[in-house]
């Protein structure tokens, strides 16, 4: 499973941002669930989403709750996480992972991981 990253930038308190995740590989079913990890300038991983690829169910960090969505194009095998209402702390470098099991995404030990796109959230 191969993915990739894109949609990053320097953005201004307040303002949204959407990150894509473009997801390929023959080894890639319906089974997985895709999540997004960032981690920050203090290097502390923490997970902020993930969607379940088959059934589209999510989960949100609490502190993302009402300004994050995630969602998916089933068809061309793409996660987004559109971000709104953004905040200094949101800034860190985002990245994609994927596993079959929801609980190794949350717990940052996915099989497997984008190069990560870069968000700066600065006036």
């Known amino acids: 499973v191969q993915l990739v990253e894109s949609g990053g930038g320097l953005v201004p308190p307040g303002g949204s941002l959407r990150l894509s995740c473009e997801v390929s590989?023959?080894?890639?079913?319906?089974?997985?669930?895709i999540g997004w990890i960032r981690q920050g300038p203090k290097r502390i991983r923490d997970r902020v989403s993930c969607?379940?690829?088959?059934?589209?169910?999510?989960w949100y960090r609490n502190s993302t709750k009402g300004r994050y969505t995630i969602s998916r194009d089933y068809v061309n095998k793409r996660v987004f996480l559109q971000m709104d209402v953004l905040k200094p702390e949101d800034t860190a470098d985002y990245y994609c992972?994927?596993?079959?099991?929801?609980?190794?995404?949350?717990?940052?030990?996915?099989?497997?991981w984008g190069q990560g796109t870069q968000v700066t959230v600065s006036s």
């Open positions: 992972a994927a596993d079959r099991s929801y609980q190794h995404i949350l717990a940052g030990r996915a099989d497997y």
């Open positions: 590989g023959t080894n890639f079913d319906d089974r997985f669930n």
């Open positions: 969607i379940n690829f088959g059934d589209g169910s999510t």
